[in-house]
């Protein structure tokens, strides 16, 4: 075997039962196993981090079917490669097209895929480390089923490592021992070509290092030395993409904007899709500032449909003004404790009915059935209030929002105390 290939090259699984860490795709009865035993594949989106099996999971699928096979890449091909591949496509019987990172798609190019779809001539598999839901349009999702492939956990991280020992031609030559895996499973951070290329850096100084017949012992200290000095080797964009935005989230949670900027520059400096931080920006402005502050969540959303419409290098600006904003703002996660508590009720209460009085009646029978009697209309009371219950009686007085204690909040609770006198603890 040529060992300039690189080890996660040489051991891509062939067959979907191969494929580790997604037994929810890969399992007997999955949809997409039920799918190829039937010889006929949707066109799908596979979404997931990367280094999970989205790439050899397309071509697992072509040759399965041994279908005509095109593969592009969304950052180095336009709608002229898109057109080129589907003519060709036309003359085949069948012919499946894999487009790496087809969230970096515009929205014609996109569109250019759509005729070619829906008339079958081609089945596509795109792949993508975003949300289809922001980045994919709405009438080319439409016609795709999509699959999530999970980040690997350490089960499946060690399975790699050992399938690496057990099988690999050239590590076979060798007696390696994997004495620590700490190292190899936190740095690779659930990405399993990560994980490969940095087992293959460890081992390949370590022959360097030792005399010919000793085993080789991999331990934690070793993996963190190797990584630090080669960081940029194992690591595409010589960044831990979502190490980093973790950092960036966490920084601004914190009330740093130092920390933030810093955080933020290293993403940028890296390569980082600025459409991607702004659209955690906004998020984190729902999620960790909410109604503390709700002019963060509008100056959040104003900084994605600028970075939208302006793009880099300019967009550095906004994104850094709504970081520094974010950070330095009042925090609440009031928001997010109350739907996540409520949805959590909803699981378990999901089938109470709603009670009468607030209940629709438009129609003459719905109205002889008491729907909408006794409701009180709020701005009949004084300061547009009256009391009356709007839970179901087995779950009534359940208080779901708790204000926090900031300003804003602050004024709600005395908002919601002066009118529910005590009830939900306002």
């Not at 997409?32 to 799908?44: C, E, R, T």
């Not at 950092?247 to 933020?264: E, Q, T, V």
């Not at 503390?292 to 100056?299: K, R, Y």
């Not at 996540?340 to 629709?360: F, Q």
């Amino acid at each position: 075997m040529n060992p300039s290939i690189p080890l996660a090259e040489r051991l891509r699984p062939q067959t979907l039962a191969d494929l580790v860490g997604q037994a929810h795709l890969s399992g007997e009865n999955s949809v997409l196993q039920k799918a190829i035993a039937k010889g006929k594949v949707p066109s799908m989106i596979l979404w997931g981090p990367p280094g999970v099996g989205k790439t050899t999971l397309a071509n697992i699928i072509a040759t399965t079917f041994n279908s005509a096979y095109y593969q592009l890449s969304a950052i180095s091909s336009g709608v002229k490669e898109l057109r080129e591949v589907i003519e060709e496509a036309k003359t085949k019987d069948g012919a499946i097209l894999f487009i790496d990172e087809i969230h970096r798609f515009n929205k014609g190019q996109q569109d250019a895929l759509l005729g070619a779809v829906e008339k079958g001539i081609i089945t596509l598999i795109g792949a993508t480390t975003e949300n289809p839901s922001f980045e994919v349009n709405s009438a080319l999702l439409s016609r795709c089923q999509v699959f999530i492939l999970k980040a690997l956990d350490k089960t499946g991280l060690d399975q790699l490592v050992q399938q690496a020992i057990q099988k690999d031609d050239l590590f076979k030559k060798q007696t390696i021992e994997i004495k620590e895996t700490e190292a190899l499973f936190q740095l690779s951070g659930g990405d399993g070509r990560k994980l490969l290329n940095l087992l293959e850096l460890a081992t390949e100084a370590l022959i360097g290092t030792s005399k010919s017949k000793e085993p080789l012992v991999l331990t934690n200290d070793w993996v963190m030395e190797v990584a630090q000095t080669n960081i940029a080797l194992y690591d595409k964009n010589g960044e831990m993409h979502y190490d980093i935005i973790s950092a960036f989230i966490k920084s601004m949670r914190g009330s740093d904007p130092n920390g933030a900027i810093y955080w933020l520059s290293r993403m940028i400096a890296g390569g980082e899709d600025v459409k991607f931080i702004a659209r955690r920006m906004l998020i984190f402005s729902s999620e960790d500032i909410g109604n503390a502050n709700p002019n963060a969540f509008l100056l959040a959303n104003s900084c994605f449909d600028a970075v939208n419409k302006i793009g880099y290098p300019e967009s550095r600006i906004i994104l850094s003004q709504c970081a520094i904003y974010l950070a330095s703002s009042a925090k609440s996660n009031a928001a997010i404790e109350a739907i996540d508590k409520s949805l959590s009720l909803v699981s378990k209460t999901g089938n109470l009915p709603v009670p009468l009085h607030l209940r629709n009646a438009p129609t003459k029978l719905m109205k002889d059935l008491s729907y909408g009697k006794d409701y009180k209309y709020s701005h009949m009371g004084e300061n547009n209030f009256l009391e009356q219950e709007y839970l179901p009686d087995e779950i009534k007085g359940t208080t779901l929002f708790q204000p926090q204690k900031n300003a804003r909040e602050l004024e709600l609770k005395k908002f919601l105390s002066e009118r529910w006198q005590g009830k939900y603890g306002y």
